[in-house]
């Protein structure tokens, strides 16, 4: 245990295991807000889950309620899993990613899974991707940027949002291992991102099932 960062906070007093239960509770919470169903209440007062794909994320209100709405979605979903890593873990007493504290991870995964599984959306959320791309560029930028580029280019070529999604999650992890964070956190983002990668892949199964069909939809650069 001496060398694992994990153990570079002492537990007499057992603050630490109550900082790691706030930063679970916190970051859930963070990633349960469901924005594209309130997007879609306050936008054009409809239930986005009964319209287009029914799920919650960017992709499915961009393409039923316009660019300016989808791209509002977009961007609160990147930045509840942003903060997840970003400040949770600090407001928790655990350090930040700039310290090198594996916990702001602990974040990341509670994030994903408040969105996927969110209450506040009788536990239909989204797939995850948006929150999981703020959760890469809190951890490691540079890598979560190229993982954008390989997004845009596979989308612009084949125009399918989920086969982009899912070069987006692989690439992170492979430039991780080069642009990551100093080791050892590096080698924690890493599997973080394998593990997100494997979440992602599972969500959209049904994309698969429909490509494979020739049934999925195909994304649209120009609005109607």
């Known amino acids: 245990m001496m060398g694992m960062p994990w153990a570079a906070i002492s537990l007499p007093d057992g ?79 655990l350090g930040c990613v700039a310290d090198g504290s594996p916990w702001p991870l602990l974040g990341g995964v509670a994030a994903v899974a408040g969105h996927i599984l969110t209450p506040l959306a009788g536990f239909r959320g989204g797939k995850g991707v948006a929150t999981s791309l703020g959760i890469f560029l809190a951890l490691a930028p540079a890598a979560a940027l190229l993982g954008v580029l390989g997004f845009v280019v596979c989308v612009w070529i084949c125009r399918y949002v989920s086969v982009g999604s899912m070069t987006l999650a692989v690439i992170f992890p492979i430039a991780t291992a080069f642009l990551g964070p100093p080791a050892p956190l590096r080698t924690y983002v890493v599997a973080l991102g394998i593990l997100l990668a494997g979440v992602l892949a599972w969500r959209h199964r049904i994309n698969w099932a429909r490509i494979a069909a020739g049934k999925e939809t195909r994304f649209q650069w120009r609005s109607k």
């Open 15 to 93: 603050s630490v295991l109550m900082g790691a239960i706030a930063l679970v509770l916190i970051s859930f919470c963070l990633g349960a807000l469901p924005f594209g169903l309130w997007i879609g209440r306050l936008g054009a007062r409809i239930d986005i889950r009964q319209h287009g794909s029914g799920n919650l994320g960017a992709t499915n209100v961009l393409r039923l309620l316009g660019p300016r709405l989808g791209i509002t979605t977009l961007v609160l979903d990147v930045g509840k899993g942003w903060l997840a890593v970003a400040l949770a873990p600090a407001w928790a007493g």
